[in-house]
């Protein structure tokens, strides 16, 4: 029983680190590349030097011509669910609600859209463009939602090097997508 107090003990150290690093201000993602939905986008040009793994994050332009986030995110909605797509993330509508009261979400120019981690995050991002729709893969699948061609999208990276990938990527892309609330994924 003591190896097993003493196991916990050191988890609970880990995970209270784990949070530390996530949560610190040297962590922040950088921008790999913007690029616009259409039938042809591969990014696998753009990617070609991209052989990392860690956290990946898209977002996705607002349009201007909308006067709020909620009536933007609306339209988003029902363009997203237009696309009858199998093993997708859902639309995250509590994310959609949770906005911090600081952030003028009006304002934003660019939404926090999905997070994921991966341990090759170009063949990844690479998925979640080109997958097709009736893949039984899991992705985003955005190249089959034709509904959303002409919007703009950008890729950011924490690129994050450990040996303990298994470990400690789960709570760390747990706490950026607390932090960030993308519209789609996990809740």
């Known amino acids: 029983m003591e190896d097993f107090k003493t196991i916990e003990e050191s988890l609970e150290k880990l995970n209270a680190d784990i949070k530390d690093f996530a949560e610190s201000k040297s962590l922040v993602f950088k921008v790999i590349t913007p690029f616009t939905l259409n039938s042809e986008v591969t990014l696998e040009e753009k990617l070609k030097n991209l052989n990392v793994k860690g956290i990946y994050f898209l977002e996705i332009k607002k349009n201007n011509e909308y006067q709020s986030f909620d009536a933007w995110s609306k339209d988003f909605k ?3 669910d237009n ?3 199998i093993k997708t993330p859902k639309i995250a509508e509590g994310r959609l609600k949770m906005r911090p009261q600081s952030e003028n979400i009006d304002s934003l120019e660019w939404i926090p859209f999905y997070i994921g981690k991966s341990e090759k995050i170009k063949d990844r991002v690479v998925q979640h ?8 893969t899991s992705a985003l699948k955005l190249r089959g939602r034709k509904s959303l061609y002409g919007m703009e999208f950008r890729l950011s990276v924490i690129e994050i090097n450990t040996d ?8 760390i892309e747990q706490i950026l997508r607390n932090k960030y609330n993308p519209i789609v994924g996990k809740h």
């Open 78 to 80: 029902k363009k997203w």
């Open 83 to 85: 696309d009858k797509i």
């Open 129 to 136: 463009l080109t997958k097709p729709i009736d893949s039984t």
């Open 164 to 171: 303990y990938y298994d470990l400690v990527m789960h709570k």
